[in-house]
C-alpha cells in the first residue's frame, strides 16, 4: 500500500509568515510522529500522536508550533511567525502503534524561512 | 529522558571493507534499538532493529550487536559497496515510550 505521504514536499515562506504542513500516514496506523531534521543534523523529535489520546507535545520548541490530528488519519503541523531558524525538513512518520513500533517516516517537506 | 550518542559523525572507507558504527544510551529502560538508513535527499528507512533479550542480529551483511550493560549498541556493514554510502542513525526507545530518540547520524562514504 502507499506509505506516508506529506505536502508540500518544498515550501519557501517569507519570515514572520505561517505555514502549515500536512501529513497522510499510512492506512490503519494509529500512531503518528513529527520530527524535524535541520541541514546535517539529527532527528528532533516534535509531536506524537497515538489514537484518540492526548498528544505527546514535549518536544515542541515553542509556542509557535502546533499540531492537530483528526482520529486516526491527517495531521497538520502548524507553525506562526516563522523565523529563519525553523528552516528543516519536517519528517513526518508513522507506526501501527503496537509492540513492534516500526516507525515509517515520510519524505519530508523542506521548509526555507527567508 | 533518553540520550542517545553516536559517533562517528563521519565514516569514510573503501569499498569492500567493514564499517563500525556505535552507540551509547542513557536510559536503562530502553529495550529497542533500531537502525536507520537516510539516502541523499531521501526518507529515513529501516534497515535492522534489536531488542534487549538478544545480543546480536544479522542480516546479511549488517548485523547490530546490543551491550545491555555497557549501555551501548553497534552496527557492523561487511564488504561495504558504493551504494551503503548513505547517513545511517541510530536510535533507543524505552519500555513504556513509543517515541525512539534519535542518534545525530553518521555520514559513511564508501569509495570505489
Known amino acids: 500500500g502507499a506509505g506516508v505521504s506529506q505536502s508540500p514536499s518544498n515550501k519557501v515562506t517569507e519570515k514572520g509568515k505561517d505555514v502549515e504542513l500536512r501529513c497522510d500516514p499510512i492506512?490503519?496506523?494509529?500512531?503518528l510522529y513529527w520530527y524535524r531534521q535541520r541541514l546535517g543534523q539529527g532527528l528532533e523529535f516534535l509531536i506524537y500522536?497515538?489514537?484518540?489520546?492526548?498528544?505527546?507535545k514535549s518536544g515542541l520548541p515553542s509556542d509557535r508550533f502546533s499540531a492537530e490530528r483528526t482520529g486516526e488519519s491527517v495531521s497538520t503541523l502548524t507553525i506562526q511567525r516563522t523565523q529563519q531558524e525553523d528552516s528543516a525538513v519536517y519528517l513526518c512518520?508513522?507506526?501501527?502503534?503496537?509492540?513492534?513500533?516500526?516507525?515509517?517516516f515520510g519524505e519530508g517537506s523542506w521548509l526555507t524561512v527567508v | 529522558g533518553e540520550n542517545v550518542e553516536q559517533h562517528p559523525s563521519t565514516l569514510s572507507v573503501q569499498e569492500g571493507d567493514s564499517a563500525v558504527i556505535k552507540c551509547t544510551y542513557s536510559?536503562?529502560?530502553?529495550?529497542?534499538f533500531p537502525w536507520y538508513k537516510q539516502e541523499l535527499g531521501k526518507r529515513p528507512q529501516l534497515i535492522i532493529d534489536?531488542?534487549?533479550?538478544?545480543g546480536e542480529k544479522k542480516d546479511q551483511r549488517i548485523a547490530v550487536t546490543l551491550n545491555k550493560t555497557a549501555k551501548h549498541f553497534s552496527l557492523h556493514i561487511t564488504e561495504t559497496q558504493p551504494e551503503d554510502s548513505a547517513v545511517y542513525f541510530c536510535a533507543a526507545r524505552a519500555g513504556g515510550s513509543y517515541i525512539p530518540t534519535f542518534g545525530r547520524g553518521t555520514s559513511l562514504i564508501v569509495h570505489p
Open positions: 536510559d536503562s529502560a530502553s529495550n529497542y
Open positions: 492506512s490503519g496506523h494509529t500512531a
Open positions: 534489536i531488542r534487549s533479550n538478544v
Open positions: 500522536f497515538q489514537g484518540n489520546s492526548a498528544p505527546d
Open positions: 512518520a508513522s507506526s501501527p502503534g503496537t509492540d513492534r513500533n516500526t516507525i515509517y
